[in-house]
């Protein structure tokens, strides 16, 4: 009998999206083999060999929501996860960057990932108010005060490392 090896760990970059209303765009999913386990995150995904964090970001904000964003912002947070999707272990490192855009509605075509149209339900944006009193999941958890303590000019300068 052989030991359960460790899942390899994935790089990633997010992007908290402002629009003008200052909501933050966050994506609902579920994993597919298991319909009950669902929650809401921001758009991103894993890094391309050789790419730039930034240009990661970039580029799965397009992929996943249409709207193409010229400048990535600061980094606001560092995510280190490990779950279970798909009867898999995973490990990610997520690295969460801060933009802003004037558009609501795709500029592109979308992009998705066969696995990512499977555990797709919807895209919505979210005013702090209401991310606040969701009783959905939230990736990550402190999604609600983080998002605040932007909007308040009371967040840390030092990109905080979370873990899930």
Not at 37 to 46: A, N, R, S, V
Request: aromatic share 6%.
């Amino acid at each position: 009998m052989t030991a359960a090896s460790e899942p390899a760990l994935r790089v990633g970059a997010r992007v908290l999206l402002l629009n003008r209303d200052d909501e933050v765009l966050l994506i609902h999913a579920r994993d597919p083999d298991d319909p009950g386990h669902h929650w809401w995150e921001l758009p991103g995904g894993g890094q391309d060999p050789g790419e730039k964090l930034e240009d990661t970001a970039r580029r799965e904000i397009a992929e996943e929501t249409g709207l193409v964003i010229d400048e990535i912002g600061r980094k606001l947070w560092t995510r280190e996860s490990r779950f279970t999707y798909r009867d898999r272990d995973h490990h990610r490192l997520d690295h969460v960057y801060l933009a802003h855009t004037d558009h609501d509605a795709p500029q592109v075509a979308l992009r998705h990932t066969a696995n990512e149209r499977a555990g797709l339900i919807e895209r919505r944006w979210w005013p702090a108010t209401a991310l606040a009193a969701c009783v959905d999941r939230l990736l990550p958890a402190e999604l609600p005060e983080l998002v605040q303590s932007l909007l308040d000019g009371r967040f840390p300068d030092t990109p905080p490392a979370l873990t899930a």
